[in-house]
């Protein structure tokens, strides 16, 4: 049988042509979307009909990050996203290693950890772990609700919305829930995008001055400054505050903007924006910046110093 050499060159070509898995890209939906939210991972083990073991040797925050949600049997867990089971943990077990050893095809692996994690579990080598990446993550206090809400409207202002516009959503959004504070930056952009389609939704805050009279003081008091005792520590202060002031600003910037917590080096595949970790990520359908559909997901590796000397060495 006669082959035309035009199709065994083409045929070849195709055959090497990488994959998107191969390249570290992930392009495959999860097969339980519900659980790509990691507090809908975490309900699973804390609603559960059957308490997961109390003397189980893994961590539930380990095995929710690694992408497994509990099943209400014994401890046994299956993946969101890939929707491998697994179970009969034992000590030294780390959830996100046994994930990618049984399941190295795994999406969420790949997002969460990147390829050369599952290449080095393949392979029987222990993967390097993150504690230098996780020392240089920036602290959030979590119990100062003002520096909180400093963070949130900071990061709002990338997405091009206003302080105030970002105060009339916390407002809104407290009236929607009984005056909790527990916002999220995404929650504040829903709402945002919500009165961007209809304006007429701040009338409600016009009829609820009373209930929102509390938000408005305590978000007055961030922009008040104390005065200074003396003219030169007035300079020094104001030297040490805009040091602070820039350094704070440059760790939120490698904040993911969803949780304002972990680091954002997720980048979404068409529009190429960096916003978001790799916890948060696939529970989202489209870019919070620019609202295209994510097609793709890819995890970016930040160089050190040293790592670009080795390189210029090697």
């Known amino acids: 049988m006669a082959h035309n050499s035009a199709d065994v060159v083409a045929n070849k070509q195709r055959q090497e042509t990488p994959t998107p898995s191969t390249l570290g890209i992930s392009t495959i939906k999860p097969k339980f979307p519900h659980y790509a939210q990691i507090s809908k991972r975490f309900e699973s083990f804390e609603e559960a009909a059957n308490p997961w073991p109390k003397h189980s040797p893994v961590k539930i925050e380990d ?19 890939c929707g491998g089971g697994l179970r009969n943990w034992e000590d030294g077990d ?8 049984w399941y190295p095809n795994c999406q969420h692996v790949l997002i969460a950890k990147g390829k050369q994690f599952i290449q080095q579990i393949g392979s029987g080598q222990r993967p390097e772990t993150d504690g230098q990446i996780q020392n240089q993550r920036p602290a959030v206090h979590k119990k100062d609700p003002f520096e909180k809400d400093k963070i949130i409207i900071q990061t ?19 009236l929607k829930n009984g005056g909790k504070k527990n916002y999220e930056a995404k929650d504040l952009m829903v709402i945002l995008w919500e009165v961007a389609e ?17 938000c408005s003081e305590g978000m007055e008091r961030m922009t008040v400054d104390d005065e ?23 760790k939120q910037k490698t904040l993911c903007k969803i949780c304002l917590d972990k680091r954002a ?11 978001s970790c790799p916890m948060c990520a696939p529970a989202l359908a ?29």
């Open 63 to 81: 095995l929710v990050e690694a992408g497994l949600v509990y099943t209400g049997v014994g401890d046994s867990v299956r993946c969101y996203h």
């Open 156 to 174: 709002l202002k990338e997405f091009d919305f206003s302080e105030d516009q970002s105060k009339q959503a916390i407002q809104l959004y407290m």
């Open 265 to 275: 080096d997720i980048i979404f595949l068409p529009c190429g924006h960096m916003v």
């Open 228 to 250: 200074p005792e003396d003219e030169a520590d007035a300079m020094s202060s104001a030297d040490i505050a805009t040091l602070e002031e820039e350094n704070q600003s440059l």
């Open 94 to 101: 780390s959830p996100m290693e046994e994930h990618a050893k």
């Open 198 to 214: 209809n304006p007429d939704i701040l009338n409600i805050l016009n009829n609820h001055n009373d209930r929102t009279a509390e």
């Open 286 to 314: 489209c870019c919070p910046i620019c609202r295209k559909g994510i097609m793709g997901l890819v995890k970016a590796y930040f160089a050190t110093r040293s790592e670009l000397v080795d390189c210029e060495d090697s």
